[in-house]
């Protein structure tokens, strides 16, 4: 008896372990579907004139390097045009971080960088090493480095070019630091809306350095062990080896559980000495649904559901708020109002929907128009809380980029809760986009407004903003500047503001733009949204601000109007 | 004699260390678990707002004390019941980073720090 028990056992032992196989094996079993010509044609045509657009932005960068470069030539370094030139060359690149001059011991000897601590002259050293002869090698061309962590802490890859002195003498070398979400993000916008298709690029050793999910950029294709399944190997594989092509392969699609066929092209951009980049178009762009599932909460209802939240936190010890708040079953989640929770460095303590990235250092998250979502949430926590803006993903939209608006409160010094809510109503999140040319001309504008700053003084940069025939005026754009006590020195949207003292002026938010632009302005420059009364209406608008320091005490900035 | 003597003082010195700890953790859990008054304050343009959520002594508080650093600290009245107290106006010319401290002062007259924050101006 027991003996015929044992067979029956393990018989059925057998059946549960062959059966578990099957499925494991219909799980793995997803076999990719032939892809039509017409398909890879119609992705062809949307990918090749934008590597030929990029191709020409990077040869056009490199020129303005390698022509700055003979500018310096044989100038000593405590000459004021020094400091010009490189001003100069950051206003013309505007996806450039910041231009710096390096010895030939790859110490800093001049930069465009005044937050000190990183760029600190005489003690900054360069990321890379280059020999005189790999410099010889690049010819008019510049180094164009891996990417990688650069000498300012941000991350992007470098132009280096060589400079010699007055009698002909290598000399040390010109580098400017690049930004490459600036440089690719804009791009993966219009590929999305005009042709629902997104972007990533990777260098051909497989570094990803662009991924519109920057949890992505930077890993490593071939070696990372998120991308081991045996289909996207081949696949990696083979756009590494090979210049340009078409393959599909087998990932996880947005929700990062189930598998999904991607199909993709891929071309090479060279952009310079010594480096490939292969820009891969996918179509993996679900299409935005329409139908409303739940009911968007009010601001109040947002801000009441946080302060909940913060007195739970204030009466209970950090690890049982946390973990109440990483509850999926629990009380912090309400329809599409759950609580998240950060360290003021950026860690993630707490995602309900994504325990994964519990631990993960979000600090350099960008949305798709450069706003450093963490920082200026930490920003915004740092005066005591409220509403802060950025894009992300809406899971309820197949995770479409929308406008949210968060309302975040500090717990104490070193972590801060938040929720959010997904606005329909801003143009953002009805397909509408600020093209990658516009933000470039914000940057440009910024920049140039630090430059004449430089050369003519402040005094004459005020002038120009207010006079709406200047050079500096560019369409649609409004710059404006305001000293480090919200004194609006000029403001190209609203003259009559200038001179007086707008750290007062609140929106319907009770946000301050101001107090906001300067701390922004403080931390070295960026992007960030507000909503302000657009005159003559004057109704509340939302506007995308990009602001940089001209002085310790002077800020130039300038807005366009999103809608 | 003299082992019987170390092991007692060192019995003492454990149970007392214990004594001492369990308190402390008691302290720290009804300081968690039921503030004095639970309060937060934040700025809306030139306005600080100190909104007053919950605790044991809610009822009793009388006036709010608000003090940032660098300037002299303003007293105003919570009238019963009130769940926010704004401070107009106070702002106008703060700007950096700055320690803001908001005390309680309590009907019995006995004052209390209720937070300490440090706040980013700009």
């Not at chain 1, 989640?333 to 631990?359: C, K, R, T, W």
Request: proline letters at 4%.
């Amino acid at each position: 008896m027991i003996r015929y028990l044992k067979i029956v056992i393990t018989g059925l032992l057998l059946v549960l372990i062959c059966t578990s196989g099957c499925i494991i094996f219909a799980e793995n079993s997803t076999e990719l579907k032939p892809v039509s010509a017409e398909q890879i044609n119609r992705m062809d045509a949307a990918l090749y004139p934008l590597t030929y657009l990029i191709t020409k932005d990077m040869e056009h960068a490199c020129s303005l390097v390698g022509k700055t470069a003979r500018e310096l030539d044989g100038v000593p370094t405590d000459d004021p045009a020094v400091e010009l030139a490189l001003m100069k060359l950051r206003r013309d690149i505007p996806f450039s971080f910041e231009a710096g001059l390096f010895d030939k011991n790859d110490t800093l000897i001049a930069s465009t960088e005044d937050r000190g601590k990183t760029m600190e002259i005489g003690v900054g050293k360069a990321t890379h090493h280059y020999t005189e002869e790999e410099l010889k090698a690049a010819g008019p061309a510049c180094i164009v480095s891996g990417y990688s962590t650069l000498f300012h802490g941000d991350k992007g890859f470098t132009f280096t070019t060589a400079v010699y002195d007055a009698q002909g003498n290598y000399n040390g070398t010109l580098r400017v630091g690049i930004d490459t979400w600036s440089l690719f993000s804009g791009i993966n916008q219009f590929l999305r809306n005009e042709y629902g298709y997104t972007l990533w690029v990777t260098q051909n050793d497989g570094v990803v350095i662009y991924d519109q999910d920057t949890t992505e950029i930077g890993r490593n294709l071939i070696t990372d062990e998120l991308y081991q399944t045996s289909s996207l190997q081949d696949t990696v594989q083979t756009i590494c080896e090979d210049q340009s092509g078409n393959a599909s392969y087998l990932f996880y699609d947005v929700t990062w559980v189930d598998l999904s066929q991607i199909n993709v092209v891929w071309d090479t951009v060279y952009p310079g000495y010594g480096m490939e980049w292969r820009i891969v178009l996918t179509d993996n762009v679900p299409a935005k649904t329409e139908t409303e599932t739940t009911t968007t909460p009010t601001t109040e209802e947002l801000k009441s559901f946080v302060e909940k939240a913060y007195v739970y936190a204030q009466t209970h010890t950090k690890e049982e708020a946390l973990h109440a708040f990483n509850d999926k079953n629990g009380e912090f989640i309400n329809g599409e109002l759950y609580i998240f929770a950060y360290s003021m460095e950026g860690d993630v303590l707490s995602i309900p929907y994504q325990p994964g990235l519990i631990g993960v250092n979000r600090w350099i998250r960008e949305d798709p128009n450069g706003i450093k979502i963490q920082q200026r949430m930490i920003a915004r926590a740092q005066q005591g809380g409220g509403y802060v803006n950025y894009m992300t993903a809406n899971p309820e939209h197949q995770y479409a980029q929308e406008f949210k608006l968060s309302y975040v409160m500090p717990v104490d010094d070193t972590w801060f809760i938040g929720a959010g809510i997904y606005v329909q109503e801003n143009p953002l999140s009805q397909n509408h986009y600020v093209t990658w040319t516009k933000r470039q001309d914000l940057t440009y504008q910024v920049r140039n407004m630090q430059y004449l700053a430089k050369t003519e003084g402040i005094p004459a940069v005020v002038a120009m903003i207010n006079d709406p025939s200047s050079d500096l005026q560019i369409e649609g754009l409004y710059p404006f500047s305001v000293t480090e006590n919200g004194i609006h020195l000029a403001d190209a949207l609203n003259p009559e503001l200038a001179g007086t003292n707008q750290l007062g002026m609140t929106n319907s938010l009770g946000m301050s733009i101001v107090r906001e632009v300067i701390s922004l302005a403080q931390a070295g420059g960026g992007w960030m949204y507000g909503l302000l009364e657009i005159p003559p209406a004057n109704e509340e608008q939302y506007v995308l601000i990009y602001v940089e320091p001209i002085d310790a005490a002077t800020y130039a900035g300038s807005l366009i109007i999103l809608g | 004699m003299a082992i019987s003597l170390v092991i007692t003082v060192i019995l003492i010195l454990v149970a007392s260390l214990g004594g001492l700890l369990f308190g402390a953790s008691i302290i720290f859990d009804q300081s968690l678990n039921d503030p004095d008054v639970l309060v937060h304050p934040a700025i809306s343009g030139n306005d600080m707002i100190i909104t007053i959520y919950e605790g044991g002594r809610v009822t009793e508080l009388a006036q709010i004390s608000l003090e940032i650093e660098g300037y002299a600290p303003v007293v105003q009245n919570v009238p019963g019941g009130a769940t926010e107290i704004v401070y107009v106006g106070i702002a106008s010319q703060v700007t950096g980073t700055r320690a803001v401290g908001v005390r309680g002062i309590f009907t019995d007259g006995s004052m209390k720090i209720l937070k300490i924050i440090d706040f980013k101006f700009t």
